[in-house]
């Protein structure tokens, strides 16, 4: 069983930064895929960043030099740097944490961080 709380959501002027983090529970985390994910309003959940257990990440392309993704294996946490947000980064942004090879596996997400940006 994994939990996954995230912080560090806000309001931000456009051109700003913030941090998420995600803290998990659970000795498992450590082989799992962490992403962050995010849904606007009227939009579907998309992808915004992933980190595997040994350190390779893949990005939207739109967040691409905007956003780093990391982990810190000795915290159980996953990060999220946004740098140079914009008014279309608003959503609610959700951790979560995957394994979908080999054993066990499992998919579990956090409750969600609301970041705004305004323009």
């Known amino acids: 069983q994994v939990q996954l709380v995230e912080s560090g959501g806000g309001l931000v002027q456009s051109g700003g930064s913030l941090r998420l983090s995600c803290a998990a529970s659970g000795a498992i985390f450590s082989i799992a895929t962490a992403g962050w994910y995010r849904q606007a309003p009227g939009k579907q959940r998309e992808l915004v960043a992933r980190?595997?257990?040994?350190?390779?990440?893949n990005y939207q392309d739109s967040v691409k030099a905007r956003f780093t993704i990391s982990r810190d294996g000795a915290k159980n946490t996953v990060y999220l740097q946004m740098n140079s947000l914009k008014p279309e980064d608003t959503a609610v942004y959700f951790c979560?944490?995957?394994?979908?090879?080999?054993?066990?596996?499992?998919?579990?997400w956090g409750q969600g961080a609301q970041v705004t940006v305004s323009s």
């Open positions: 980190i595997t257990s040994d350190g390779n990440t």
């Open positions: 979560n944490a995957d394994r979908s090879v080999g054993l066990p596996r499992f998919d579990y």
